[in-house]
């Protein structure tokens, strides 16, 4: 019986992997902050009164103040994320090739292939289908800190951070517009967070190719070299 051979491939730099956990942790603590300002009695269905709120920690200025500093995380973290890309090719398995035709192949080759119509497709290090959702992902996420910070401005209109987003606020229609917008990436983000962790655990099963331990360790397995395996070098 033959030996089934396995190539095992440095995909994933220490920054690449560092910057995932930050964002991960960043998104979290925003979400959940951001469900809280949104509607402060989401915890329960009475809440705290005044005099009591900062024996719990749970008053708005608090969760305020981990709200935005996790805002501040997220937008540096994701101008490392910027940063990085331009030093090694692996970090830029994020963009997709849309002026390629073989590019939409691939997209649609990944779709038939995940909801199980075509059982097999070509070996990827990043599939098409995938790089498409990250760039879509980065692009919300970009939208999503520009609206944050767009609206953070508004207290203090001669501020830095007004001067930096505050055009979006007359672009998207009024402050109110800015925080739909903001609220609506919000959620279109925890989808993909869920489709993602969906996705990964799912390539692991039946790919079995090292999914969720290649963002601690930064390596993965292939029974075949992959066909964008080039762009690694």
């Not at 979290?28 to 005099?51: K, M, Q």
């Not at 990085?84 to 970090?91: Q, V």
Request: aromatic share 22%.
């Amino acid at each position: 019986m033959r030996e089934e051979v396995v190539k095992r491939l440095y995909i994933f730099s220490p920054s690449l992997r560092i910057w995932h956990w930050v964002n991960f942790l960043s998104i979290t603590v925003l979400f959940l902050t951001g469900l809280y300002i949104g509607s402060p009695f989401f915890i329960g269905s009475s809440g705290y009164e005044a005099t009591y709120a900062y024996a719990h920690n749970l008053t708005m200025d608090f969760i305020r103040f981990i709200h935005f500093s996790a805002g501040y995380v997220l937008f540096f973290s994701f101008l490392f994320r910027l940063y990085i890309a331009f030093f090694r090719k692996g970090d830029r398995l994020f963009i997709p090739a849309v002026w390629k035709s073989d590019f939409w192949k691939g997209v649609l080759e990944m779709v038939l292939h995940y909801i199980f119509i075509k059982p097999w497709h070509r070996t990827y290090i990043r599939n098409p289908l995938a790089r498409l959702a990250y760039f879509i992902f980065y692009m919300a996420l970009a939208l999503m800190i520009a609206t944050g910070f767009a609206m953070y401005g508004l207290s203090k209109p001669d501020g830095f951070w007004a001067k930096l987003f505050g055009w979006l606020v007359p672009l998207l229609g009024g402050e109110f517009m800015v925080h739909m917008w903001h609220h609506w990436l919000a959620w279109l983000i925890v989808l993909f967070v869920i489709v993602h962790v969906y996705m990964v655990i799912r390539y692991d099963v039946i790919e079995k190719e090292g999914e969720v331990s290649s963002m601690f360790n930064g390596m993965k397995n292939f029974k075949e070299t992959p066909v964008d395996a080039e762009e690694l070098s």
